[in-house]
């Protein structure tokens, strides 16, 4: 049984990676591509729960001394499953869907499947960041999936470098775990040396709260919008974002042992959920709605682990997954049918498309946190355990279910509204639009089943079943069910979605634009690098380059003022030495005359010289 | 067995020269046959290699050369240097492969290649001063003649800066290695006596003085910055197969130099110093990766790459030298990165530059702005381009991640403050995202237009070593078997 559930853990992985691998890069796998990922994602859901009940653990050799360990323990066991059911639902719903490049298509998305699925099981930090930095690569991928559109690259690009400059975090806590000398093993790490021990918490800190689009990070999830529905559907509200929130879970004990870092996930959380909440709120597409709100929920995950509340906040994670999925694709779906995600555009769609309609407004109704559905049971799990530690908290915490309760139901009015009629027009212009008008069977059938989950998602967090997921996760007797606290904020949500009901909700502009957090980012950081860039290769250019061609210039001057020294004056000064031997010679044959009489003059002239000479120095 | 490997290709090279009847096609085809053999070859060496006892080498062949300076020909492999001399054979083979379709003299081409792949192969093999000297100089010479007869733009100042630098950068080499033959007792140049007797411990001027000698000479060929104008001009107009192997093969001779030569024979004066080289490296990678960014020309931006990618080899080998007990662990893991990364370096910007010269042949360009929407043209470019860019920026399951890795986690461990070179990865990241958006994205335009998608020759030149950088990505370990002995051992030598 061991070494079966082994083989499946691993299978978890390796057969999306291989699968999507292979779709990826073969040509001419359009037709099979939609039935050989569904397969294989029905396949990841067997492994799933195999690996669920039997919690193997795997591990081979791989750098620096650390293992490429996979292990399953409760927490895992339901974030796996929750991940490859998702997956399947939403890959059927997108075989309906997604026409063109479906090779490309599936073969990202089981990547994508893949990656996620090592990042829930990972045991060390190497292959943590492993599949953490795969899955922000399949992302950029999935986000430019239109390619011959540059702007949606673009925002593939700024999700990419905005979750990478956040998992940098990840970088500098595998050095600090390896200087901290208790292993890079996650469940090691609250024992690292002390000091250590703080940069490692704040490197995974900083990389989680990139991944799950908290602040300030926050903007990258509003431009990877631009990616197909689906994929929205899977990563950007169950599977990568939430893994953000994953990870804070699972090294809750280390954000406790620093003793700041708990705190601070509770009030970057809290604060998240909050703004984010706000901004939800002022949003006028349904896709920017539903990703300023995947924001402010995964803040109540984040704020969970901050407060150490791991089963509420996987109960959380599970109910979102299922409510956002669900969304998504109902968007998607619409967006097929109508062209258009404008929310002014998508009024009274329930009455037109009565199955999905009636599914997206049960997830509505649950994202708005209206009891028995799901969030308000998992929220309320979270928000309980805030209110022990920190009442201003947990004030904060509750505001923001009253957010969601509003942005909630300001999509649930737009759906169930009937079309005013200065809209009518901008929907007739999509009539014509190829396939415009119909939804798909493939694409409703998953929405129902997610229906279904975001309905009853909650009972993970109520008696009997929470009890149970607080002891799978690790933390028996930590579950209290809370009937006041439950009863105020169903309540509250009621309330907020009645009077969203009477009053449309304020657009604040500084919410609309995300409160400006990517042009603050293209301010302080994007511009300033590049223009440094630009100095510095100009710098390169003109003084590092010129100087050494100016040395080089120089030398050959240098040389060629050597060279005329030669010419000009030793080579000169030789020539003129043997000029003068010349002459010399020259005057030295005069005398060889021949004649004897000269010779005799020559003799007394020397000789009388002679004498004189020796009278003179005598 | 070695010495077959390394003068295999250079025997072929001469039978080349030697037959002017040769027709083009059987000179291209000798070429890619003989490169296949000597990989062959070196496939068998590493099935056959166990890591030799410290301080000696295996398949060590020693022979007289010049005994009145104790000199000898001595050449043998162990954990650096046997990956580098695989990966040198995998380059020079994909090379070969992509230049099936080169027209240009097709014969000297090949003989002039197999020449260089000899000399290439030696110098990882060299196991005494003097034939490392020799082998590093016939690279330059090599080098230059390849730029400056089948280059192209401004080919002949190009080819000339590249050889007066790099050639000046090997006469401090020179005088370095003279001055550890005169400070040993007795005087040789023999390395692996070297290493086991370092000279010149206990006096630091003069071994200050001697390493200042060999680290120019090396950092002018890694090249580390300030030394590095040289690159980009000599890769801007040098050929695709001759950008790949300056980049893939002969940036390593200057990083393998310090983990062979610098850190073994200097452990003193290594120490002394590590701070400046780290600084060095720290310098690289960030003004490496910054000027990257601001660039347009594509040969130009990935050379820039490399002084970034060199600058993390420059960084973890400076760490190495940070000598303290609880930390050897960590700085052996940054040197296990260091030659982790000389060898995934040469795979993915061996690639990239090949990727480079499809740009070239089809559209006689390599500036981004000339391009635009090229995906929709040449579908299977553009996935290369892209898995090389994501494999150059460090993606986990490629060899970049696992050398990159490990540089980082060891050299926070031992210096916190180098982690600031993680900005290093981000800025890559960016810059080669940039790239592709702008040159393979949007709507077809500009030279995009009629342009060809990739032939066979190129496909199967470029694939395998993106493959490679894979294999590596994701089953590291034969790889770090070989290297992490080899990197422990070295890091243990510099606690002299």
Redesign the interface.
Known sequence: MSQFAQAALWSLVALPAAAGALLA?IRRAERVAAPVSLTVAAASVVASAVVAVARPSVA??????VDFALTVDGLAALLALMLTVVTLLVLAAAAGEIRRSRARFHGLMLLFAASAALTVTAATL?TL??????MG?AS?ALI?FG????DR??A??TA??TT??AD?GL??A??????GGAGLALADLPHSSPGWRH?IAAGILVAALGKAAQLPFSFWLSRAMAGPSPVSALLHSAAMVAMGGYLLLRVQPLLVATGWAAPLAMWAGALTALLLGTVAVAQRDIKQLLAASTCAQLGFVVMAAGTGAVAGGAAQLIAHAATKALLFLAAGAWLTALGTTRLADLHGVVGRWRLVGWSAAAGALALAGIPPLSLWATKDAVLARVLEQSPWLYAVGLAASALSAAYAGKLLVVIWRPLPPSGRRNVDAHRDHPGAGQVRFLQQAPLVVLAVGAAYAGLLALPPAGAMVARAVGQPGMFHATPVELAVSGALALAVVLLVARRPPPEPKWALRWLGLEAAAQTLVVRP??R???A??RF?DQV??RG?ELA?ARSLRLAQHAGRTDDRGLDAAVDRVAAAARRLGRLARRPQTGQLHQYYLQAIVVFVVAVVVLIVWG | MLSLIVFLPLAAAVALAAAPRLSDTVARWTWVAVAALDLGLIAVLWARYHTPPPGELAFAERATWIPGVNSSYHIGVDGFSLPLVAMTAVIYLACAVYALRERHRPRAHAALFLFLQSVSLGLFVAADLILFFVFFDLSIVGMYFVIAGWGHGNRAHSAL?FF??TFLGSLALLVGFIGLYVAATPHTFDMPQLTATPPLQGRPLAGGLVLAAILLGLAVKTPAV?FH??LPPAHTDAPAVGSAVLAGVLLKMGTYGFVRIAMPMLPQAWRAWAWAVIAVGVVSVI?GA??A???SNVKRMIAYTSVNHMGYIVLAVGVAGLVAAD?A??RG?AV?GAVTQMVSHGLITGALFLLAGVLRDRAGTYDVHDFG?L??PAPAFA?LFAVGA?ASLG???FSG??AE??I???????A?VT?VA??G???T??LF??A??QV????TAGASIGFTDLRAGELWSIGPLLLLSVLIGVL??PL?DVIEPAAHAVVGLLRR
């Open positions: 890069t081979v050799p791989f750098m620096a001394a190497p960041l492993f599949a953490w930095e795969i690569a950029y430019g390619w011959r559109d540059a690259v673009s593939g690009l990419f470098v990478r400059a940098l970088y500098v595998a050095g600090a775990a390896l200087a940069v690098t590049l440094c860039a630009q510095l290769a390169d590092l380059d050494i080089a | 800066k007066l630098y300030p104008t040289w003004y910054l000027v960014l601001a660039q930390t662990q960590a893991v296990a929407g995906a929709s996935a994501f993606l986990p399951a991640f696992v890795f490990q980082f986690t060891g050299s926070i461990a031992a916190p982690a993680v900005l990865i981000l800025i990241a960016a995202l940039r592709l958006q393979f994205t949007g709507d590291p370990r770090l």
